[in-house]
């Protein structure tokens, strides 16, 4: 048929053009799983000439010689542009890759379009799903993706847990489809740690805020995570296995599209990371999670969809147990090394079960209303059981060249014993119930409103004590035996309006209202967004914002050191003040985006705390202030074509006064100076199946001082944070073309990570230990060595 067409065609031309040579321009369209894309429009822009990819994504199409674009677009995936210069007789070959336009759930407009609406919120950022599942880390855990995102910090491999712009991991908000998730309370350690809630494979779409969020989402002082999982049109499944973990997942719909499910599973094994580990023994770690997501279409009619009904379930099931034996430490500086050896005879055990059901009923009343009912439910029991004996040495090390005792001990400066015990149980409960409306009243105005509550139960029986034994004295330095319950419940309500002002400007502006039981304390937070789009200036936002944060205490933050309960905690207090850029513009032919973000935040009726690895011990007491101030920058896009990467920058400066201590403003836990996240992806030229990732850390050294001492208190500056992490993969595809389905497997998936590169000695904590003399030694507590890990993903 094309040949009838350009034979025709050629009659009607002159003598002189018969002759004349044209370019032959061919290739292939492919999607990120390098999957070909059938029905992809090629336009030649500026001339009536294009055509369509076939069914296996190939095309071909003839130019003359000169300079052209061609626009490639499809109703699914985000439009791409490639200009390309050709001469007589050339024989060009491409590969275009698509990213496919993700569909938000109850929402019909595709994620190019919610994107530019994103971009009116101050801080929020939108994140790639499928970089979780690639970027390269110990049990691709999803937090890892923020590690590598601008005021976001997460200096422990082997925790889930991330802090914002110097605070804490308990002041970030998590949601899954609008429907609140917590963490375990009894942790002390990463490697105890089971796996975080959101579950990659069922991942829809991601958008995170570091600060100045809407009334609209709740009350914490430090970010908000919001994560929609996926809307199935139809059957896939994947398998997952490497030496860490593994999981499957399935995901499909009914025929007439009114029944959606999502089902996965997940299992954990640190057994052979944690062998790296300085602390040698038996470690039998076993971490398990089940998820569902079902949505269930309630309406009669398949073309009306008014009320939809989502239920998300969860288990986990996760227990750690160690039997450690030694641990040897070599620490101090080159001319003055010092080494601890440690002896151990014991266990110990965490258990901790928790499940959580949530119901999320979306009902259209009117075209321009919508009303969405959100309940949840969680359900955690936690056993911390440990008797643990050890004993220590502590000695300086001679290193003198040729002395007989190279290397070895010279002098014992300390030795002792200590014991711990403990028999930690908890039980708790939470019901969560939010009622929240969304009201389009007219082409630039939204009405957002909603009220709910929460119960809290929770019972803790706190049996623990530990002594320490060494030459000249005996110690007992801990002991608790308490019994606590805690009944609450929380009221909440918040009302908000967004407004379009010639197109240009955008207005956010509300107020959320919060009262808990247990401290009798009301908390009105307004907050307010701004956003410019000026005309002239190329595709820039200016985004503002400012606002009010309150944090109503949780359990642990009304627990103090002694393991006493006290309710008259109030809510922390930061004010956020932010302003910021968003900026589009083209390189390489290709979209960018730059963001820049400068804040501050002041802080008052702060709950002071000390972080030991990833326990955090509250003061219980509202006697600080506190202030945050810093920049953060990011530029993502396509530096290899096919593959979005991303750099971030962020400056950080964040200090505390505790009333009475006589030290002023000193450093809190989270001041971090500079933190630099890299995640690049590449892959080979017209062969995207075959790839490399990149994830790089670096964070300047955190604050930490003796324990129990005021006067030296984050004192001293801990040790740089630095971690590479390298992926490779090939995925061998077993569908020739996209809508083939007589192959079972879809594809293949290997992979080959080599964890920590640089072999860094990363510190996560300091133990503490005294000599003869009384002088104190901070022995770190380091993190996992170099290792490599196989993976293997079966998708069908």
Sequence with gaps: MRFAIIFSFCLFLPISLIFAQEAVVKGVVLDSTALGIAEVNIQVVGSGKGTTSDSSGNFQIRLSRGTYELLFTHLEYHSRSRQLTVSANDTLDMTVIMQAQIRVLDDVEVSGQQDESLRREAGIMTIEPNAAQVTPSPFGDFTKVLATLPGVVSNNELSSTYSVRGGNFDENLVYVNDIPVYRPFLVSAGQQEGLSFINPDLVGAVTFSSGGWQAKYGDKLSSNLNVTYKTPDKTRASASLSLLNGGVHVEGSSKNKKVRYLIGGRYKTAQYLLNTLETNGEYLPRFLDLQSYLSFDLDGDPDVNKTELGILGAISDNRYLVRPESRETTFGTLDEPFRLFVGYVGQEVLDYRTYQLGLKLTHRIKDWWTTKLISSRVSTREREYFDLESGYRLCDIDIMPGSQSFNRCATVLGIGSNYRHARNKLEAEIINLENRHAMSLGSSNTLEFGLGYANERIDDIVEQYAFSDSSGYSNIYQSINNSLDLNS?????????????????????????????????????????????????????????????????????????????????????????????????????????????????HLSDVNPYDVDNVRIRYYADNNATAYATGADFRISGEFIPGAESWFSLGFLRTREDIEGDGLGYIRRPADQLVNFGVFFQDHLPNDPSTRVYVSFLYGSGLPFGPPESVAYRNFLDGPDYKRLDLGFSKQLNFRKEKTEENSFFRSLWLGLEVLNVLGADNTISFSWIDDVQGRQYAVPNRLSARFINLKLIARY
């Design 489 to 601: 419940h929380r009221y909440f309500a918040f009302v908000q309006n967004t407004t379009e002002w010639n197109e240009a400007h955008t207005f956010n502006y509300g107020l959320r209202v919060n009262y808990w039981t247990v401290n009798q304390q009301w908390l009105f937070s307004p907050r307010f967004q701004y956003s410019y789009k000026p005309m002239g200036l190329g595709d820039v936002v200016f985004r503002f914002a400012a606002g009010m944060y309150q944090q109503p205490p949780f359990y642990r933050e009304l627990r103090d050191r002694q393991g006493e309960l006290h309710t008259d905690v109030l809510a922390q207090s930061s004010v956020h003040l932010i302003a910021g850029m968003d900026y589009r513009f083209s390189m390489f032919g290709r979209e960018f985006a730059l963001l820049s973000e400068f804040y501050y935040k």
